[in-house]
């Protein structure tokens, strides 16, 4: 086994120490043995989480794989990631469960935890064998359509009720569909000068609405995918008040980019839901600060070029997100290391029900953490990045911080910045 | 600092008096050479070829009591250059009443040099009627032609280098009257 | 110069100016028994058509051939992400093909944006999904100006489906930065709610036609697509002619002065009736002719000079 000392390393923003890391776990001294990283400068987090990850694979194997999604999970401080469903064949049996969860452990670079869709080919007509799935190899604890909303009240209701028997939860793609027939972007000023069908902010609003007095009805748990309006945070607010047990995450972009950025009609900037204003940016920052919306979570969506370089109307959603959420997120809240570790990985390490995930680095704790450079700068150059895609946000531009290492188990999966398989 | 124009030369051809002396001759030239301007018809080339034939036609009118019919012919969408530069706005292209289909028409410019405009006022020409005539008078013929064109009415030969400059400014454009030569800087 | 024609947005006052002057000196040749100049000769227009339309495509065509430009008719109807040639393989080949200006129509808004970033030459948008038309609003605004002798200060009424609009946004944009004034009228479904904060603040909008109406020097009709009512954006043909629909009787409102307008294809009996289209202020057929010249005025400003 291996085992390495990391001198003079900062355990988010304290004062530097040596960390020391004996066989999967931190240990308490060195002994001699250990393969020396020198940490000046540089802060420790435990390793990331993801909630919202696609791979793609089975089925776009073009544009993801679990193999090159969890090379730039790994590049971009996590350890663990949550696969979404949305997969060709939807992973809504256990056999489809099972096999993502075994390319994850092939591959080696993250925990792959699958997420398991709530209705059979997400077609939000009949639940699919939920609890196959969260007893199979997989454990999938988490169970979401997205990519579609349950937009069925009733089939929503049930879904809830059915996951308390082995404490699931279900994810919910908030989009009234009705509201969003044909919906490119944010319903406003942008949308209608550019001649492109809004997708209203009342459409993702109305569904948490619902859904939070569904779960507050049913006494289940709720989480909310990439809440991405002020008026959803309203919403996420006075059901927290009132005690309900929802959970809510936003994706790096939804807290940086707004709107305007389709007037270059370039699909890069086509997501679901969709950028919108910068007075929604305002309050999603806001709300994470508050704990309103609880984490963090990427929407890692890769595109193939084709489904990218063409017509707005005609490209599929989505943007990258692994290899650039930690810098976003660091440009977004500043140095502030616990909330960025209760944002990134306790708290969603907590929701998925990820054990060994999101610890503190206490002696004895499992060796799941990453080693960031705050100070570094780098410019985003999509030929350089590790997943299989190239529809990042962020081409040319100049981000701050860098991953220097991770490590999953004790086992580094980054050194110096670099993948290690 | 030396201006930028320090070592240019700049020399006036052409005063103002000397500008209407000019355009008297040309008219007194055309009243001869037409036996009197009679199924005659100016075309001015915009720009300053229009209140060229304009002042010919009130010359004539002076000298002999005869109207002649004048009008403008815009040859910018005939040039062959029109790569070379940015986008020219148009001028205009006014017939007069009678058109000029069976007519003598004159063509009346300010400088005559390559040649080049007189045969895109040619090509034109020929899109917009049949003359039975035309002719060409000029303020300035400065020579250094490209094409085989020369003209029957000029105001003044003035010798030039390739490199050297002619501007005609008239009043009604520029706010005064004189011909200029510039030259090519060291 | 501009070097493409995507937006109305994309010309400024004294741009459009120049543009309607040149369509004015254009429309001045069409009269004549010589249609044909040689300017654009070389040169190399291709018409890229993923939509039926046959009359901006004839009307392009026209502008193109009497310029003397080569035309190339691309048709690339039905053609899309599924099935047939991606737009970006077929702008590398109209690229390869030397086109010196592409004319785009399609139905999927800021086409002819991505189709700029791949090609070389000129781009002219004839119409992009429920975006713009500006060669549509530039024939318009020369109509009206050559009807009533200006455009400043003009009172323009815009009735009927802004929202899906293409016509109603390049209108909007051109007419305001030649200050005219624009009032939107039609049912709030088919009016933006921020439609003055996207497009020109100083847009008006009205639900009420009748009360517009004594108002307005121009009232420009646009083409209410049935299917509509399907989605609930009105309730029958009949109750939206009878609120928005311009009849004799409303157009009796008009001032004397005032002009109809509607650029094609118009539904009779919809959102005009027949009386009213063929009267003697329904400046329709005038419009069309309007269209060659005020495209052979894009293309000579696109593509007469130094690339």
Known sequence: MTRFLIRNVSVLGGAPSDLVLHDGFVAAAADGSEDVIDGSGLVVLPGLVDLHTHLREPGREDAETVETGSRAAALGGYTAVCAMANTSPVADTAGVVEQVWRLGREAGLVDVQPIGAVTVGLAGRQLAELGAMATSAATVRIFSDDGFCVGDPRLMRRALEYVKAFDGIIAQHAEEPRLTEGAQMHEGEVSTRLGLTGWPAVAEEAIIARDVLLAEHVGSRLHVCHVSTAGSVEVLRQAKARGVRVTAEVTPHHLLLTDELAASYDPVYKVNPPLRTASDVAALREALVEGVIDVVATDHAPHAVEDKECEWAYARPGMLGLETAFSIVLSVLGERWELIADRMSRTPARIAGLTGHGTDLAVGSPANLTLVDPSARRVVDPGELASRSRNTPYSGTTLPGRIVATFLRGEPTVLDGKAVK | MASPRADTTSKIILGESDLHRVVDRIAHQILEKTSGATGTVLLGIPTRGVPLAQRLAARIHAFEDIDVPVGSLDITLYRDDLRLHATRALGKTELPGGGIDGRRVILVDDVLFSGRTVRAALDALNDVGRPSSVQLAVLVDRGHRELPIRADYVGKNIPTSPAESVRVSLTEVDGLDEVKLTGAEK | ?307
């Not at chain 3, 999904?129 to 549509?136: D, K, N, S, V, Y």
């Not at chain 3, 815009?158 to 390049?170: M, N, Q």
């Not at chain 3, 009849?247 to 094609?264: S, Y």
Request: aromatic share 4%.
């Open chain 3, 1 to 307: 110069m501009i070097k493409h024609l995507r937006s109305a947005g994309d010309l400024d006052a004294a741009t459009a100016t120049l543009i309607l002057d040149t369509a004015g000196e254009m429309a001045a040749l069409a009269g004549r028994e010589v249609k044909k100049l040689p300017t654009l000769r070389g040169r190399t227009v291709v018409n890229l058509f993923y939509e039926d339309s046959t009359r901006t495509r004839i009307s392009f065509e026209a502008a193109a051939k009497r310029l003397s430009a080569d035309v190339i008719n691309f048709s690339a109807k039905g053609s899309s992400v599924s099935k047939g040639e991606s737009l970006k393989d077929t702008a590398l080949t109209l690229q390869a093909m030397g086109a010196d200006a592409v004319v785009i129509r399609h139905s999927a808004s800021g086409a002819p944006h991505r189709l700029s970033s791949w090609v070389d030459g000129s781009v002219i948008n004839a119409g992009d999904g429920t975006h713009e038309h500006p060669t549509q609003a530039l024939l318009d605004a020369y109509t009206m100006r050559s009807r009533l002798g200006r455009l400043a200060g003009l009172k323009v009424a815009i009735v009927g489906d802004v929202l899906h609009s293409r016509v109603a946004r390049s209108n909007i944009l051109l007419l305001t930065t030649l200050g005219a004034h624009v009032t939107l009228v039609g049912p709030p479904t088919l009016i933006p709610n921020d439609v003055a904060a996207a497009l020109s603040p100083a847009t008006k909008v009205s639900y009420d036609l009748d009360s517009v109406l004594p108002d307005m020097d121009v009232v420009m009709m646009l083409r209410v697509q049935t299917e509509r009512m399907q989605d609930s954006y009105f309730p029958s043909a009949r109750e939206y002619s009878r609120r928005y629909g311009l009849d004799l009787a409303r157009m009796r409102r008009l001032p004397e002065h005032a002009i109809v307008m509607h650029p094609g294809p118009m539904n009779r009996g919809m959102e005009i009736t027949p009386e009213v289209a063929d009267s003697s202020r329904s400046t329709i057929v005038e419009q069309v002719a309007n269209g060659v010249s005020a495209r052979m005025a894009v293309l000579y400003l696109l593509l007469g000079g130094k690339a």
